[in-house]
């Protein structure tokens, strides 16, 4: 069965590096989401992009934060300069069409910023 | 803007047990409901959602859900759970197409998890 697949599995940065998350949605979905979960609280909406641009976005994803699909497969989360409250598991997701749709997520990627 | 209340953070129940975690939601427009399942170290897997018709709707594993306009919940309902069911539940909503001005890739609005203990 195809899955969204995330890297890497665990991310350790410095504070004001950035970093880049990585997911490879399912293939034939067109519908690619970021959403984050702070240990301990419930699981937020990041982003949503489609037809190569953002689609939604949430009032987390300030400008720190940015969206990619550099090539067919991946979508990718970059986050400037990291802050110590950027400490989450970050989840991708992908759907086939719009809300009404699944959303298949990945297994997540856990950040931990020192 | 939407919300989803899970009022128990926790739910032991023993083994062959039915279970009830109980979902509200708030929402000034139409919403589609959902219920994932989140097991040790994985992602979030659906279970099952309501879009629209009966509203009562069978998912994986055994599970379903009611919807009640009415009350605004989404309860989910497993007549007698196992020891694998030991997971976090979370409930989501989203707008429905009509409800947003946007292109239709609209995100989940989650609430808190509910955490299932199955006790042996």
């Known amino acids: 069965e195809p899955e969204v697949t995330q890297t890497p599995s665990h991310q350790v940065t410095q504070m004001g590096q950035e970093v880049i998350l990585r997911c490879v949605p399912i293939?034939?979905?067109?519908?690619f989401y970021w959403y984050r979960q702070i240990l301990g609280q419930k699981v937020e909406f990041l982003v949503s992009f489609y037809n190569n641009e953002i689609s939604e976005k949430s009032e987390i994803f300030d400008d720190q934060f940015s969206v990619e699909r550099p090539d067919g497969s991946n979508f990718t989360l970059k986050i400037r300069s990291t802050k110590l409250e950027d400490s989450a598991m970050y989840f991708c997701?992908?759907?086939?069409?719009?809300?009404?749709?699944?959303?298949?997520f990945g297994p997540g990627t856990r950040l931990t910023v020192l | 803007a939407q919300s989803v209340t899970q009022l128990d953070s926790q739910v032991p129940v023993f083994e062959e047990a039915p279970v009830e975690l109980r979902c509200n939601y708030s929402?000034?427009?139409?919403?589609?409901l959902f219920w994932y399942v989140q097991y040790p170290n994985q992602g979030l897997q659906l279970l099952l959602k309501?879009?629209?018709?009966?509203?009562l709707v069978k998912g994986i594993n055994g599970f379903e859900a009611e919807f009640n306009k009415s009350q605004t919940s989404f309860h989910l309902r497993k007549p007698s759970v196992h020891i694998s069911d030991t997971a976090e539940y979370f409930c989501a909503v989203v707008l429905t197409p009509g409800g947003y001005s946007g292109g239709g890739a609209d995100g989940l609005t989650f609430g808190k998890g509910t955490h299932l203990i199955i006790q042996p």
């Open positions: 293939s034939n979905h067109l519908y």
């Open positions: 997701a992908s759907s086939e069409a719009s809300s009404a749709d699944t959303q298949y």
């Open positions: 929402s000034s427009v139409s919403v589609y």
């Open positions: 309501y879009l629209s018709g009966s509203t």
